[in-house]
């Protein structure tokens, strides 16, 4: 089993559409945990963190459920410019030592 | 600007024609790390530097080598390259403390092997 799970989509939306991806996670000792964007053959760039208490970045809304092992993203009034896959991370003790999903890709589309 | 830079963006080679993919940051950041990317798989973490002459394997080291002699440069060095090593790298680097959980990555080296 992978330690960070996520359905890879891809998810086609049309603009304006709420779309929410879910992400789960193996291990209980998990620390600290995000959400990366990656375009199309570019680098990951952090999109938010995520908190216990769930936390909101404009358009995006982040969840975390310790009891399930579970992340959420929520992406509100979705533009072309969403179109990208998204990362769900975890970080399991140690020091900088990050678990990557493999991934939910996101088509907005006209 | 603040930036991870790698190179080479793009190679092709050959089985067993050894290989260095360089890795610059310019953040005076201590931690470094290389990963793959793969199809299906997400990133891999195959080597990472808490600090200078200061290394350690990640999940998939093997085939691998990477040096850290001083703190701006993190080489990944592939001895005897293998088609199974085709894949997307990125370097990665990050401050210390408790942002350290904020990984700045450089643009990617995309490797084929043949």
């Known amino acids: 089993r992978k330690e960070v799970e996520q359905d890879p989509g891809p998810f086609n939306v049309p603009e304006g559409a709420t779309v929410a991806f879910n992400c789960t996670y193996s291990?209980?000792?998990?620390?600290?945990f995000f959400w990366y964007r990656q375009d199309c053959r570019k680098e990951p760039k952090l999109l938010m963190s995520?908190?216990?208490s769930g936390n909101e970045d404009g358009r995006f809304t982040a969840q975390l459920n310790r009891a399930s092992q579970y992340i959420s993203l929520l992406i509100r009034d979705s533009k072309l410019s969403d179109s990208a896959t998204y990362l769900c991370?975890?970080?399991?003790?140690?020091?900088?030592?990050?678990?990557f999903g493999a991934g939910t890709r996101l088509a907005v589309h006209p | 600007e603040a930036q991870v830079t790698q190179n080479p963006r793009y190679l092709i080679t050959v089985t067993g024609k050894k290989l260095t993919v360089t890795c610059s940051q310019n953040?005076?950041?201590?931690?470094m790390s290389w990963y793959r990317q793969d199809p299906g798989l997400g990133l891999r973490q195959i080597y990472y530097?808490?600090?200078?002459?200061?290394?350690d394997k990640g999940d998939v080291p093997e085939g691998y080598k990477v040096s850290r002699k001083e703190k701006r440069n993190f080489p990944l060095i592939l001895e005897s390259p293998s088609p199974n090593q085709t894949s997307l790298y990125f370097c990665?680097?990050?401050?210390?403390?408790?942002?350290?959980?904020?990984?700045?990555f450089g643009p990617g080296t995309r490797l084929t092997v043949l």
């Open positions: 990665a680097s990050s401050p210390p403390g408790k942002r350290s959980d904020t990984q700045y």
């Open positions: 291990n209980s000792a998990s620390q600290s």
């Open positions: 995520v908190y216990s």
């Open positions: 991370v975890v970080r399991v003790g140690g020091y900088n030592k990050l678990i």
């Open positions: 953040m005076n950041h201590e931690y």
């Open positions: 530097s808490m600090n200078v002459e200061v290394t």
